[in-house]
C-alpha cells in the first residue's frame, strides 16, 4: 500500500516564477492538506482540499493556490514566488470516514529553493 | 486561536534512561492532539494521538503521552531512550470545533547519546 507521494523531490526556481507542486494521497483518503515547513520551524497549514473544494486555508496570500482532482489527487501552485517560499512543502492525507480526529499521513515532501 | 508550544528547543538523554518531551496547547473546544517525528530530509511520522478516553495513549516504538487538561499539557514520554531516537518531536493540535486546521509547535530536537 502506497503511502502519500509528492513529486518533486527538489526544486530550484528563481523570483517572479510560478511552481506547481504535485501530491497522491494515502489510498483510501479522500482530504489532502498542505503544510509549509520553513528551516528551523513546526509546520505551517496553507489549506485543505475536499471533495474538490479548499475547505479551509491558513494565513497565506492568493498566490498559493490548490486543486484537488476526481481522484483525490492535489496540486499546489506559486506564482511569483519570493525568497521567503523557500521551505520543504509537505502534502498530508486522510480520510473522513469514520468519525472525527483522523489522522493526517504525510508525504516526504518537496523541497523549494528560491534564488 | 489554537496555538502550541514546545518550550524545550532540544532535549538530551543519555541511551537507556526516560525521555520526556514536552508539550503544552490553547484551542477552544476539545483537543485531538498528535505527535510526530522527523528525520533529517524526510516528511513527519506519526507517532500517536490522543482523541478521547484513557488520558495515557501509547504509539509507535515504545512512546506514549499523557493528556493532562487542567494543565493543557500532552508532553511525550519513553521509558527508555534508544540512540535510533534522535530526531525532530512536534506536538499538534486540532480542535474539535468543525475547524480543519492542525496547528504544529515549533518542534524539539531530541539527541540520545551513546
Known amino acids: 500500500d502506497a503511502g502519500v507521494t509528492q513529486s518533486p523531490t527538489h526544486l530550484i526556481k528563481t523570483r517572479g516564477q510560478q511552481v506547481t507542486l504535485r501530491c497522491s494521497p494515502k489510498?483510501?483518503?479522500?482530504?489532502v492538506s498542505w503544510y509549509q515547513q520553513a528551516l528551523g520551524q513546526g509546520p505551517q497549514f496553507i489549506f485543505q482540499?475536499?471533495?474538490?473544494?479548499?475547505?479551509q486555508r491558513g494565513n497565506f496570500p492568493d498566490r498559493f493556490s490548490g486543486h484537488q482532482f476526481p481522484n483525490y489527487s492535489s496540486e499546489l501552485n506559486v506564482n511569483a514566488l519570493l525568497l521567503g517560499d523557500s521551505a520543504l512543502y509537505l502534502c498530508?492525507?486522510?480520510?473522513?470516514?469514520?468519525?472525527?480526529?483522523?489522522?493526517?499521513?504525510f508525504g516526504p515532501g518537496t523541497r523549494l529553493l528560491v534564488l | 486561536a489554537q496555538s502550541v508550544a514546545q518550550p524545550e528547543d532540544q532535549v538530551n538523554v543519555a541511551e537507556g534512561n526516560p525521555l520526556t518531551v514536552k508539550c503544552t496547547y490553547s484551542?477552544?473546544?476539545?483537543?485531538?492532539l498528535f505527535w510526530y517525528v522527523q528525520y533529517p530530509n524526510r516528511g513527519l511520522q506519526f507517532l500517536l494521538k490522543?482523541?478521547?478516553?484513557?488520558?495515557l495513549v501509547k504509539g509507535s516504538y515504545g512512546f506514549e503521552a499523557e493528556f493532562n487538561k487542567s494543565q493543557t499539557s500532552f508532553h511525550l514520554k519513553k521509558p527508555s531512550a534508544l540512540v535510533s531516537d534522535s530526531a525532530l518531536y512536534f506536538c499538534?493540535?486540532?480542535?474539535?470545533?468543525?475547524?480543519?486546521?492542525?496547528?504544529f509547535g515549533a518542534g524539539t530536537r531530541l539527541f540520545v547519546k551513546a
Open positions: 484551542v477552544s473546544g476539545n483537543p485531538y
Open positions: 499538534a493540535v486540532r480542535a474539535d470545533t468543525g475547524g480543519f486546521k492542525t496547528i
Open positions: 498530508a492525507s486522510k480520510g473522513t470516514s469514520g468519525g472525527a480526529g483522523k489522522t493526517q499521513y
Open positions: 482540499y475536499y471533495e474538490e473544494e479548499e475547505r
Open positions: 489510498s483510501g483518503h479522500d482530504t
Open positions: 490522543y482523541i478521547t478516553g484513557d488520558n
